[in-house]
C-alpha cells in the first residue's frame, strides 16, 4: 500500500504562481512512477505531468513551459511547480502513483486550485 498526502493548493490571481507536493509513505519501493492529475468542475480528471522513477518526465501540452515536475526521494516527494497560472487551471489536484506488479494506482485525496482572473 501507498499513501500519498498533498499540499499546496490555494487562490492565487491570474499570473501567478503555485507549488504542489505530494509526500508518499508506505512501500514506496514499489512506485514506478509518479504524477500529477486535475480535475475542473464538470470535466474528467486529466493527466497534468509524470515522472518516472528514472527522474524521466511528461508534461501536457496545456502546461508545457508553465509546470515543472520534480520530486525529491530523500523525502519522498514529487512536487508540481506551476507559473503563470490562468483561471483555466483552476481544478482539483490529485497525486497518482503506479507500482507494484500489478502496476497498482493509487491516488491522494486531491487539493484545490483557484485561480481568478
Known amino acids: 500500500q501507498v499513501q500519498l498526502v498533498e499540499s499546496g493548493g490555494g487562490l492565487v490571481q491570474a499570473g501567478g504562481s503555485l507549488r504542489l507536493s505530494c509526500v508518499a509513505s508506505g512501500s514506496i519501493f514499489s512506485i514506478n512512477a509518479m504524477g500529477w492529475y486535475r480535475q475542473a468542475p464538470g470535466k474528467q480528471r486529466e493527466l497534468v505531468a509524470a515522472?518516472?522513477?528514472?527522474?524521466?518526465?511528461h508534461s501536457a501540452d496545456s502546461v508545457k513551459g508553465r509546470f515543472t515536475i520534480s520530486r525529491d526521494n530523500a523525502k519522498n516527494t514529487v512536487y508540481l511547480q506551476m507559473n503563470s497560472l490562468t483561471p483555466e487551471d483552476t481544478a482539483v489536484y490529485y497525486c497518482?502513483?503506479?507500482?507494484?506488479?500489478?502496476?497498482?494506482?493509487?491516488w491522494g485525496k486531491g487539493t484545490l486550485v483557484t485561480v481568478s482572473s
Open positions: 515522472i518516472t522513477s528514472g527522474g524521466s518526465t
Open positions: 497518482n502513483a503506479v507500482g507494484g506488479a500489478g502496476l497498482v494506482e493509487y
